[in-house]
C-alpha cells in the first residue's frame, strides 16, 4: 500500500536552532500534504497544507515564517521549525492524500521534537 | 481544526467484552474515517465509510454512519489487551481531514 516515510522519529535540540522533518512518499506520488501538530493526550492540529510546486496554505494561528514548508516534489514534502523553542516541543506527523478515487490519507510515523 | 465530538473521552473494559465509541459532527461529509494511535505513535487508517454508507466491518470492527443525526460509531468485538490504545474518528469535508478529540480504550487483561 501507499507509504508516507518520515524521517527523523525523534530530535532533540537546542533553543534557537532549526530542525528539519522529511516526509516522503515512497510508492505514489503525493499532489497534497498535510501537517500536523499533536500535543500530549489531544487530537491533531491542522497546521497547514502544501501543494507540490506552490506555496502552502497555513491555518489560522500558524506562523509561516516559523514553520517553513517546502513541497518542491510530488515525493517530498518537509517542514522544518526554525528558531525553534520549548513550546515548540510537540508530535509533528504529515499526511498524502490517497486520490479522489480510494478517498483515503496515509500518515507518516511522526516526529517527536524536544526542544530544551 | 476540530469539529467532532467523541464520546466517551476514556473507556476501560475487561479482555474480550465489546467496545464501542460514538463520534458526532457538524458539517456534511464526503466521508468518515476511524483510526487508531497507540501511545506516543503514528496513526493507523482503521476503515473509512462514505457518506452513502450506512454500515461496514472489517474484521473485529463494525463501523456505523448516521448522516442525518451526524454521528458514527465503532465497535470492536471481543476486545484483546492490544486494543489498547487512542481511537479518533476524522471527517473528510471538501478533501481535508477535520479530526475528533479522540477516546483512550483500555483493555484490561
Known amino acids: 500500500g501507499a507509504v508516507v516515510s518520515q524521517h527523523p522519529s525523534w530530535v532533540i535540540c537546542k533553543s534557537g536552532t532549526s530542525v528539519k522533518i522529511e516526509c516522503r512518499s515512497l510508492?505514489?506520488?503525493?499532489?497534497?500534504m498535510f501537517w500536523y501538530r499533536q500535543f500530549p493526550k489531544q487530537s491533531l492540529m491542522l497546521m497547514a497544507t502544501?501543494?507540490?510546486?506552490?506555496?502552502?496554505?497555513?491555518e489560522q494561528g500558524v506562523e509561516k515564517d516559523k514553520f517553513l514548508i517546502n513541497h518542491a516534489s510530488l515525493t517530498l514534502s518537509t517542514l522544518t521549525v526554525t528558531s525553534a523553542h520549548p513550546e515548540d516541543s510537540s508530535f509533528y506527523i504529515c499526511?498524502?492524500?490517497?486520490?479522489?478515487?480510494?478517498?483515503?490519507?496515509?500518515f507518516g510515523s511522526g516526529t517527536r521534537l524536544t526542544v530544551v | 481544526s476540530q469539529q467532532g465530538e467523541e464520546d466517551p473521552q476514556a473507556l476501560s473494559i475487561q479482555e474480550g467484552e465489546n467496545a464501542t465509541m460514538n463520534c458526532s459532527y457538524k458539517?456534511?461529509?464526503?466521508?468518515l474515517q476511524w483510526y487508531r494511535q497507540n501511545s506516543g505513535r503514528g496513526l493507523v487508517h482503521l476503515i473509512l465509510?462514505?457518506?452513502n454508507e450506512r454500515e461496514k466491518h472489517s474484521g473485529r470492527l463494525r463501523v456505523t454512519l448516521d448522516t442525518s443525526k451526524k454521528s458514527s460509531s465503532l465497535l470492536i468485538t471481543a476486545s484483546r489487551a492490544a486494543d489498547t490504545a487512542s481511537y479518533f474518528c476524522?471527517?473528510?469535508?471538501?478533501?481535508?481531514?477535520?479530526w475528533g478529540a479522540g477516546t483512550k480504550l483500555i483493555i484490561k487483561p
Open positions: 499526511s498524502a492524500h490517497l486520490g479522489l478515487g480510494t478517498g483515503g490519507y496515509t
Open positions: 510508492d505514489f506520488q503525493a499532489t497534497t
Open positions: 502544501s501543494n507540490e510546486g506552490s506555496k502552502a496554505t497555513y
Open positions: 458539517t456534511s461529509i464526503n466521508n
Open positions: 465509510i462514505r457518506s
Open positions: 476524522a471527517t473528510d469535508s471538501n478533501y481535508q481531514l477535520i
